[in-house]
């Protein structure tokens, strides 16, 4: 299992994570079974978005025993109405689904307390306004949550979120498809047949800016919908009209700029394993670009998607994090000291390229590398 830590909380979790959607409606002996297969893999990580009380419980008991060593982001303003799940902003329903949560998962603290499903800008700015942040920073100074999160399906809601500092963790749906599509403050656009029917080009500028904010503050980036609902797995239902693998899926999210860790909703051991096997891939396995290049509708003609496919260089420059390092400073005054220190240790650098063109030769986006290594040369001055 590779571990990275979580942007600044410094808490080292697993790149492959759990939802829990795949735990819902299962008792409490399979539950049991499959965390512990789970953690026998080395996944210390899960999201617990539902307040089903039921799964609630079957979670708690699976970690007794795992606590201290597992990592729980669990959510406020999801609470448990008429025998089903509810988003609230009501105060009141918040702090006692949060009790519940905590009496139910045998705990006094959850790592990550996520305040749950933030889409619209109005939602945003009535939590960070009221009581929801008012509650979620002091559940914070006691110590009963220690850091804070969000969630979120729009790039444009989140990067308000990122810029106000009020938040440590945001969760966020990641995927080649969504992240063709513009912000929109209805979720159900992501994976609205018509909205796949036009010809799109490259990645959203705003869900770009969002990875890479998150990266140049510190907010640490878990995804979800890294599959899209199950979709990208299939040729049948997938936009691309090829199928991904889980391994591909999960290679595209986890090489975005800022992402740690991916929360894989699995039904069962063998799902688990299926993108468990990331961490033992090959570079073929891994590799993405097979679906999606050559597309006439959908295209990334041009744009660096840090696939590695320019390597290997002929003077040993990493040039895909050159790339990223060099995107990160975009839009600066001044070069963040974090992005100036990592591009600094490269053993090599873009002032090194020699212009022969092999990597361009490589390079399935058509990227006009060499040039993107002089100016990276222009901005960080070697």
Not at 35 to 55: H, Q, R, T, V
Not at 133 to 161: C, D, F, M, T
Request: charged residues 25%; hydrophobic residues 35%; proline residues 4%.
């Amino acid at each position: 299992m590779e571990y990275r830590i979580l942007g600044n909380t410094g808490l080292s979790v697993s790149v492959i994570a759990l939802g829990c959607e795949g735990f819902i409606g299962k008792k409490e002996e399979q539950v049991c079974s499959e965390m512990d297969f789970a953690i026998s893999k080395g996944i210390n990580f899960i999201d617990l978005y539902s307040s089903n009380p039921e799964l609630r419980s079957h979670i708690g008991k699976a970690l007794s025993g795992h606590r201290q060593d597992f990592i729980i982001q669990g959510h406020l303003c999801a609470t448990w109405e008429n025998d089903q799940y509810l988003r609230t902003r009501n105060i009141e329903k918040t702090l006692a689904s949060f009790e519940d949560q905590m009496t139910r998962l045998q705990t006094d603290y959850l790592d990550i307390g996520m305040i749950h499903y933030v889409d619209s800008e109005q939602d945003l700015q009535d939590i960070f306004d009221g009581p929801i942040i008012q509650l979620a920073l002091r559940l914070k100074q006691e110590g009963r949550i220690r850091y804070i999160g969000l969630s979120s399906h729009n790039p444009a809601v989140a990067l308000l979120a990122v810029k106000s500092g009020l938040i440590d963790v945001l969760m966020f749906s990641i995927n080649p498809c969504y992240d063709l599509q513009p912000p929109s403050e209805n979720v159900d656009d992501l994976w609205a047949d018509e909205n796949y029917e036009r010809p799109m080009r490259n990645i959203a500028p705003e869900r770009e800016r969002l990875y890479e904010l998150c990266e140049k503050r510190g907010v640490g980036l878990d995804v979800m919908k890294v599959y899209g609902g199950g979709d990208l797995l299939s040729e049948k239902n997938s936009p691309f009209g090829k199928a991904m693998t889980p391994v591909q899926c999960l290679e595209y999210a986890l090489t975005r700029p800022g992402v740690d860790a991916v929360m894989v909703g699995c039904k069962s051991c063998e799902e688990i394993q299926a993108a468990v096997n990331w961490c033992v891939a090959t570079k073929e396995e891994k590799d993405y670009t097979q679906v999606m290049s050559g597309m006439d509708k959908f295209s990334w003609q041009g744009h660096c998607m840090y696939c590695g496919h320019c390597a290997p260089c002929s003077v040993g420059i990493d040039i895909a994090s050159v790339n990223k390092y060099y995107n990160l400073t975009n839009a600066q005054d001044e070069i963040p000291e974090t992005v100036r220190e990592h591009y600094k240790v490269l053993t090599h650098h873009a002032s090194e390229c020699i212009g022969c063109g092999q990597c361009e030769a490589n390079c399935p986006f058509g990227v006009s590398i060499i040039q993107q290594m002089q100016m990276a040369v222009e901005r960080f001055g070697y």
